[in-house]
């Protein structure tokens, strides 16, 4: 079992950046498959971006590709989003999830979750 904690959220301008922590205990990090999931007010948790299968690459979703990128620090056991152009859509609780299997976008199949951290882009 891993466990995730994740950090970083704030309250920042439109435009603005952050970068999201998602740190990880318990053995076999390397083993996981990662992901950064997010709920906005009034929304259902939703994809926001995920390693590939083989680690090499990321997939994210339409509304935030090109401004936020994934990555990790296996010495660290810990997993990152950094955002950038930040928009008030993108107001939401992030999550960070880690599978065992590779599970992609899919939200249902991820096993392990975060407590969250809130993110508010204000205008």
């Known amino acids: 079992q891993v466990q995730l904690v994740e950090s970083g959220g704030a309250l920042v301008q439109v435009r603005g950046s952050l970068r999201l922590s998602c740190t990880a205990s318990?053995?076999?990090?390397?083993?996981?498959?990662m992901g950064w999931f997010r709920r906005a007010p009034g929304k259902e948790r939703e994809f926001v971006a995920a390693f590939s299968r083989d680690g090499g690459s990321a997939n994210y979703a339409i509304s935030v590709k090109g401004r936020f990128t994934i990555s990790r620090d296996n010495a660290k056991n810990t997993v990152y989003l950094q955002m950038n152009s930040l928009k008030p859509e993108d107001t939401a609780v992030y999550y960070c999830?880690?599978?065992?299997?590779?599970?992609?976008?899919?939200?249902?199949?991820?096993?392990?979750w975060g407590q969250g951290t809130q993110v508010t882009v204000s205008s």
């Open positions: 999830a880690a599978a065992l299997r590779y599970s992609g976008s899919n939200v249902g199949l991820y096993q392990h």
């Open positions: 318990g053995p076999g990090f390397t083993n996981y498959y």
